[in-house]
């Protein structure tokens, strides 16, 4: 049985903000219907909210919670730069090739007004490599893991709320109110008129299309949660900056991988952004990411430090403009421009598409009805 903690101690600190961040996680779980967010945000959002439920679960509840094998996994990817990057984008390739063939349009795009926002290669990388792609019905299976996180996360909070002996009080949150439910548009094409036979270039375009779903993602928490006061230190507030502050520093440590390992293709990827890339990875790191690795830091549930949500209202009390700035600063500063700059890179809407009948004749062919 899991000990309840004193509430006058950097316990209650833990506890305070594993409850904001179920809170928000719930309010986040809600917007299945929202044709943008299933289609983009939701699978960068689920890699996070796996993270969130492990770390509860080990440092909060002392891993009373036997979580499934699929959350593990999918927790594993907080890091888009780990070591084992050329063999994992090359399994993320082969996967789409096995899966629906070479002789068809077997990668699929978002697009809003000709920018780039996201592809089905995001979550095959969250999820290649777990039960879901092996099942008949993939989308039902999917659909089922959402659920089933949210589950979780209620009851945690339930737990939570328990430990904290009446001081958080348990109530299911509203879902945050959004802006915007129209659908991106969609573009197919084979993954020969964007990958080549260079295995090393092609993790780079794996790992920057990676990159942009999940700077699209800040984009559009910022841009579409439209709540009274949303940057104050409320839910909406809260789980904005909780969330931006997790992922723009693995971002930018991810740039800073291929910066340091794969120097010509950095060289090569800057040269086409005109030099603004480095540039901004140079603004980003004389700026905020100090502030932006404390608070990525602050992931961790800590009974002897200060956590993430007082941290938040200390800066919050000193000025109550803060989570705003920096919010404004991550998404209109960095997230912005670097998204533009991929988007260019790539040029998806301008590249070419299998039309349906050159499919139907390479199926054909494939088949061996064609000579």
Not at 18 to 26: E, F, K, R
Not at 126 to 137: G, I, Q
Request: neutral net charge; glycine residues 4%.
């Amino acid at each position: 049985m899991t000990k309840r903690m004193d509430t006058n101690s950097f316990e209650f600190s833990a506890l305070r903000t594993a409850y904001c961040d179920l809170s928000g996680i719930i309010s986040l779980l809600q917007f299945t219907g929202n044709k943008k967010f299933t289609a983009v945000p939701v699978f960068s959002i689920a890699r996070d909210v796996c993270l969130v439920l492990y770390q509860i679960n080990k440092e909060i509840l002392g891993s009373s919670y036997e979580l499934n094998t699929e959350i593990k996994k999918i927790r594993h990817k907080v890091k888009l730069s780990s070591s084992n990057n050329l063999k994992m984008h090359e399994e993320i390739l082969e996967f789409h090739v096995e899966k629906y063939g070479d002789d068809v349009n077997n990668l699929g795009f978002y697009l809003e007004d000709g920018h780039l926002t996201g592809s089905t290669l995001y979550p095959t990388y969250l999820y290649y490599d777990t039960t879901f792609f092996k099942s008949d019905n993939i989308e039902k299976s999917i659909f089922s893991f959402f659920r089933n996180i949210g589950a979780i996360s209620v009851k945690f909070l339930q737990q939570v709320s328990s430990l904290s002996q009446g001081k958080l009080l348990f109530t299911i949150p509203e879902s945050i109110i959004l802006a915007d439910d129209l659908e991106y548009s969609g573009k197919d094409i084979p993954h020969t008129s964007l990958f080549t036979s260079d295995k090393t270039k092609n993790a780079l375009i794996t790992r920057l299309l990676l990159i942009q779903q999940e700077l699209v993602t800040y984009i559009w928490l910022k841009d579409n949660i439209t709540v009274e006061n949303v940057y104050a230190l409320n839910n909406a507030g809260y789980i904005l900056l909780r969330l931006l502050t997790m992922k723009i520093d693995q971002v930018m440590d991810n740039l800073k991988n291929i910066q340091k390992y794969l120097p010509d293709y950095f060289l090569e990827l800057n040269h086409k952004c005109k030099s603004k890339l480095l540039d901004l990875m140079n603004v980003y790191e004389a700026s905020i990411s100090e502030e932006c690795r404390t608070l990525r830091n602050m992931l961790h549930y800590s009974s002897t430090e200060v956590n993430f949500y007082d941290y938040l209202e200390q800066r919050s009390c000193k000025n109550n403009k803060y989570i705003s700035l920096v919010v404004d600063e991550i998404v209109l500063n960095f997230a912005k421009p670097l998204s533009a700059m991929f988007s260019d890179y790539f040029n998806i809407a301008n590249l070419q598409s299998m039309s349906d009948m050159e499919m139907i004749l390479n199926r054909l062919k494939s088949k061996g009805f064609l000579s």
